[in-house]
């Protein structure tokens, strides 16, 4: 697939070298040479230094040619007219980052499409949605759901005590059989595990299941899933401001920020929420908030430093759930290994709506979960494909990925060696970054 980006900040960078791995045709335009000589010389792409909102920059990129366009660079109108220009000049597909809502509104998509944007990526809406899953699902990491739930994947850190610690996989697999643990995150890796594989505490393990079993999978855990009201957010950004827009009906919301004319603007665009002028940093500030009576404690500054370590702070304090922005991809393994509780990151999120596009044109039977160094996909099997050609345990699959669970005639079933994948089936994969192409020759 011949896919263009347009904007080699941090998302186009991010989704360049993530795109890259999965050998796609990948070309990247950007006003800043030096940034795209940084990246052609690193990674499998191709560069074009030019406006991407230029025509003839556009054309001399081949955009003419390509199955889908990204427009992501800082600025929403930018984007809005680079896909306006790459639709008009034949790109199949086209996508765009967007700052504002306006354009997600159901109202407007006619208008949207008429300008020539197919799809929108709005990240900080996805973060938001990521937050309130965290504040509903406050005992896990990660929460993954297909078909209206039928199967989850929850992601979740073993802690002593729990019956699973010290366990092996086989052991686990021979007791019982209503869960499949695709994915163990060790440290700063993530593992496709196999039998003899051990389970540690401070492990984070990816349980797939059905509905059915959610409770059994709390008590293996030794998980507690409690009640979220009241809720602090430490920074008043767009995140922040989302956020508490789409749950200001299920939680209660107070925002502490430190810019005071900022402050003064967010009573209009959060009407529903307490806004502190302040530094969340202070404790004596977090002490007169009452925050040892909030049951939440969300960090949206634009630092992801700041973010980790006041989430500790809140931990200490008698906080029982923290969700810090963690913008740095690096400090995300950091973050999960402090026990801070859900890291957010919003390239990720942005990777996995592109991932979706990518593995299947309609995007209704096609969702994708993006982590710092793996991918979880739901695939349809295609009849005649080598995925359906005999039981899992005969069809000699790589390494780098396990098949978890499927969804057939609308219900949900877990995969064993034993199972025969049919054509139309949904099937769960977890996959190693750099693997998705692998993924998508065994379904087509």
Request: negative net charge.
């Amino acid at each position: 697939m011949k896919i263009v980006i347009a904007g080699a900040g941090e998302v186009g960078s991010h989704l360049a070298k993530l795109l890259s791995d999965e050998e796609q045709d990948i070309m990247l335009i950007d006003t800043d040479a030096e940034r795209l000589a940084l990246l052609d010389a690193n990674y499998n792409l191709m560069t074009y230094a030019g406006n991407p909102t230029s025509f003839s920059a556009q054309r001399d990129a081949g955009v003419q040619g390509c199955d889908l366009f990204i427009a992501v660079t800082p600025y929403e109108s930018n984007n809005i007219v680079a896909c306006s220009i790459a639709k008009n000049l034949g790109a199949a597909t086209t996508v765009a980052r967007i700052d504002t809502y306006e354009f997600m509104d159901p109202a407007n998509e006619a208008h949207v499409k008429h300008m020539g944007v197919d799809r929108v990526i709005y990240p900080e809406y996805l973060a938001a949605q990521e937050i309130i899953t965290a504040l509903r699902r406050t005992w896990v990491r990660n929460w993954f759901e297909l078909h209206d739930g039928q199967i989850i994947l929850a992601g979740v850190r073993l802690d002593e005590g729990a019956p699973l610690t010290g366990m092996k996989l086989r052991e686990f697999a021979s007791t019982n059989h209503h869960f499949h643990v695709s994915a163990i995150k060790r440290n700063h890796e993530t593992i496709i595990p196999r039998g003899d594989h051990q389970m540690a505490a401070g492990d984070i393990l990816y349980f797939t299941t059905t509905r059915d079993h959610i409770d059994d999978l709390l008590v293996l855990t030794a998980k507690n899933e409690y009640k979220i009201r009241s809720v602090l957010i430490m920074g008043g950004s767009k995140i922040a401001i989302r956020l508490v827009n789409s749950a200001h009906d299920e939680f209660r919301f107070k925002i502490v920020e430190s810019d005071l004319d900022l402050c003064r603007k967010l009573p209009e665009k959060c009407p529903n929420c307490e806004i502190i002028h302040g530094d969340a940093r202070d404790i004596d500030l977090l002490s007169d908030i009452g925050i040892s009576d909030m049951d939440a404690f969300v960090a949206l500054t634009s630092s992801s430093e700041t973010n980790i370590l006041t989430c500790l702070t809140a931990k200490e304090l008698g906080v029982k759930k923290s969700i810090a922005d963690v913008e740095n991809i690096q400090f995300i393994s950091l973050a999960e290994n402090l026990g801070i509780g859900t890291v957010i990151n919003k390239k990720l999120l942005a990777s996995s709506t592109i991932f979706q596009l990518l593995l299947d044109a309609d995007s209704s039977t096609s969702k994708c979960l993006a982590l710092a160094d793996a991918e979880v996909a739901e695939l349809e099997a295609r009849a005649g494909s080598k995925i359906t050609k005999g039981a899992v345990k005969d069809l000699s699959l790589p390494r780098e990925l396990t098949l978890a669970a499927l969804i057939r005639d609308g219900e949900g079933m877990l995969i064993t060696g034993n199972t025969v994948i049919q054509p139309g089936d949904h099937v769960l994969v977890f996959c190693l970054s750099g693997a998705l192409h692998k993924v998508e020759k065994l379904f087509n």
